[in-house]
């Protein structure tokens, strides 16, 4: 089945400068890449996804990028704010209608 | 529009004790899922209700029982609780269709088994 590696685990970064999380998946079929923000006791939520007829999406300060070839995609998220700070979680899926698999999260600290 | 309410938000058992994790959404959303939440492991899919009437395993399905009782409905049971199921779990749905895959996720349930 699908396995989906992210990294870093935790990112430490100071206000206005940008962040980038990364990750890897197996299954060369999986073909969605959502990416959810989660909240400190809160729920995830969707903030981007991208699909593989697409190499980047942009919406705002945050973007993604997606490699087939090399089966990764990353998020990047510029000028970094004090209310980014979070878990972030990269996760793919064969269509937006299959089961999604999460990675492992990476939790953001954006120090002002 | 209460979006995807689980019950309850916490719970304590002891080993060997059973309990029904329940959750309910009012977007007539096809899919409905189970994951829980670790340290340190992301969110990890339990199982998963891809329409009313269909129910298939996830990442880590032992232990675990569902129920997809109608399509608004679907519940989380354990039938033996033991410590390593101590965990925060997520009930979420989705619309599943060709414009978007978007997960909607409930408050969580926080579970201790001691």
């Known amino acids: 089945g699908e396995n989906v590696e992210q990294h870093p685990s935790t990112l430490s970064v100071q206000e206005g400068d940008s962040a980038v999380i990364k990750c890897t998946y197996s299954?060369?079929?999986?073909?969605?890449f959502p990416w959810y923000k989660q909240e400190l006791g809160k729920r995830p939520q969707l903030i981007i996804d991208?699909?593989?007829?697409?190499g980047e999406k942009k919406d705002q300060r945050i973007a993604v990028t997606l490699n087939k070839t090399a089966k990764h995609f990353s998020l990047h998220i510029t000028e970094t704010q004090p209310e980014d700070s979070a878990v972030y979680f990269c996760a793919a899926s064969k269509t937006n209608t299959d089961k999604l698999i999460f990675g492992t999260g990476t939790r953001l600290q954006v120090f002002p | 529009n209460a979006g995807v309410t689980q019950t309850p938000k916490f719970q304590v058992l002891k080993t060997g004790q059973s309990m029904t994790l329940q959750c309910a959404q009012d977007?007539?959303?096809?899919?409905m899922y189970w994951y829980r939440q670790d340290p340190g492991m992301g969110l990890r899919l339990i199982y998963y209700s891809a329409s009313e009437g269909t129910t298939d395993k996830g990442e880590v399905p032992n232990g675990y029982n569902v129920s997809r009782l109608n399509k608004r409905e679907f519940s989380l049971r354990l039938e033996s609780a033991a410590p390593s199921q101590t965990s925060v779990y997520f009930c979420?749905?989705?619309?599943?269709?060709?414009?978007?895959?978007?997960?909607?996720f409930g408050e969580g349930s926080r579970l201790t088994v001691l």
């Open positions: 979420a749905s989705s619309e599943a269709n060709a414009n978007t895959g978007e997960l909607f």
């Open positions: 977007m007539n959303h096809n899919s």
């Open positions: 991208i699909r593989s007829n697409v």
């Open positions: 299954d060369s079929a999986s073909n969605y």
